[in-house]
């Protein structure tokens, strides 16, 4: 059984930092695009950052650009989003996730070409 399973969300001041770990178990995603997409009250859930399987492109919204940045320990399996300088409107449920086929040339942004999703934690950035 694939499980994704996020942590290290939390309440944070304006300007504060996390770092976002998302643990695989069950598969090997090593070959996998992965992305984090983030859901605020209301909205609808986008992508802030997804990293190609092979890790030599990466992509980053235009929110979180120079702020967040996204890598993978292949070792222990572990996706992280590294969020610094964090405003308000980062506040969302962060999920991960991994791409649906392996090996896909490019970054996955598109939600539905995700198949395998965290359960979400939740980031809350005080003002």
């Not at 996204?70 to 308000?88: C, E, G, H, V």
Request: proline letters at 2%; a positive charge.
């Amino acid at each position: 059984q694939v499980q994704l399973v996020e942590s290290g969300g939390g309440l944070v001041q304006a300007g504060g930092s996390l770092t976002l770990s998302c643990a695989a178990s069950g598969r090997t995603f090593s070959t996998y695009a992965l992305g984090w997409f983030r859901q605020a009250p209301g909205k609808e859930r986008e992508c802030v950052a997804a990293r190609s399987w092979s890790g030599d492109m990466t992509y980053f919204a235009d929110s979180v650009k120079g702020r967040f940045t996204i890598s993978r320990d292949n070792a222990k399996n572990t996706l992280y989003l590294q969020m610094n300088n964090l405003k308000p409107e980062d506040t969302a449920v962060y999920y991960c996730a991994a791409d649906s086929v392996p090996l896909r040339i490019g970054i996955v942004t598109k939600l539905n070409d995700y198949s395998f999703w965290g359960q979400g934690t939740q980031v809350t950035v005080s003002s």
